[in-house]
């Protein structure tokens, strides 16, 4: 899924991005973003980690099952 994001402004270390057709305020942190200023387009992907989340349910029951014991 691809979600475009304008810099509305910067406050501080957040850059306050309005999301998506509906234009969503969401706060981000600047050290995650490149150079970005005031009306900067950004492109976001995201994407499902199948995998990740089948190691991370194991690991996650593991523990469990270790406290259980």
Not at 2 to 23: F, N, Q, S, Y
Request: aromatic share 2%; proline share 4%.
């Amino acid at each position: 899924m691809k979600i475009v994001a304008v810099v509305d402004r910067i406050e501080g270390d957040t850059a306050v991005l309005l999301v998506g057709p509906d234009e969503l305020v969401v706060n981000f942190p600047l050290a995650c973003l490149p150079a970005v200023h005031e009306g900067s387009i950004l492109n976001f992907t995201i994407e499902g980690d199948v995998e990740e989340e089948m190691r991370r349910r194991v690991k996650a029951e593991e523990l469990l099952k270790r406290l259980l014991e």
